[in-house]
């Protein structure tokens, strides 16, 4: 029988994890659950590695890194978590064109300039809404010590204006298996709450089903396959909207929470694509 192993954090609470593994195991596939850190763990014995809910990584990304450049059947593969782990990514894809959440990177030691209005400060490697606020003008003295205590955890900064219609209409998460979208989430407004109400419940309740919007599909599709990225098993596209149109805020290429149990056809899909990838090495 094919053996893939589902990378995941200790302690994993993702919902996703079961319903992928029940999709698996329709598909012929045993899957197991395993911490991308257990020493114990021997990932030449799977058939493939599936990088899912790895989200301690952030702290430790250079042992992550580490460990996924010594997995030789990975997927998303090495290269590409090195790449998109960093949000320094942002101003690779405002570069070539692509319109981006307007980004200012304040690494450790640099001093933080704010955009007018409201604002956001969040770490250069995060996930979901962890070590992120949101501020209002008057308020840079606390956001300046937001920078510091990150600052003074050797993590870098990225500063960013709050696109003010995500109280409004959300973010459209978009998600693609191999290049093709399987659905689409609207997320609420994460940093409407104080961060100690941010748990997984709350992040669970921000997220809806959506329709999502043509031009919102091909923005998200074009940039994949422009980039190199269409190819990749799995991928997440966050996308916000601004006066002049779909702006990327993240493209999620790491673990992004698929939301898999919002879709049975969904977990189906990448399932088959898990099996095909495995039998194939």
Known sequence: MTRVAIATCEGDVDPDSPVLADALS?????????????????WAAYDLVVVRSTWDYTSRREEFLAWARGVARLENPYPVLAYSSDKRYLADLA????????????DVGA???????????KPRVGAGSVDAERYAPGEESRARAHVAAL???????VIQPYVESVDAVGERALVFVEGSLTHALTKGAMLAAPAGERDALFRREQMS????????????????????????????????????????????????????????????????AIARRAASR
């Open 95 to 106: 570069a070539r064109g692509w319109p981006v959440v307007p980004s200012l990177f304040c």
């Open 26 to 42: 329709a598909e012929g596939v045993r899957a197991s659950l395993v911490a991308w850190d257990d020493p114990r763990a021997d």
């Open 209 to 272: 089903i959506a329709t999502p919007e043509p031009d919102a599909v091909d923005l998200a599709t074009r940039l994949l396959a422009a980039e190199g990225y269409g190819d990749l098993l799995y991928a997440r596209v966050d996308l916000v909207a601004t006066p002049d149109g779909w702006a990327v805020m993240e493209l999620e290429l790491v673990e992004p929470s698929l939301f898999l149990s919002f879709d049975d056809a969904a977990a189906a899909r990448l399932a088959r």
């Open 151 to 157: 600052h003074a955890r050797g993590r870098h900064v």
């Open 111 to 121: 001093s933080p300039r704010f955009p007018d209005g409201r604002f956001v400060v």
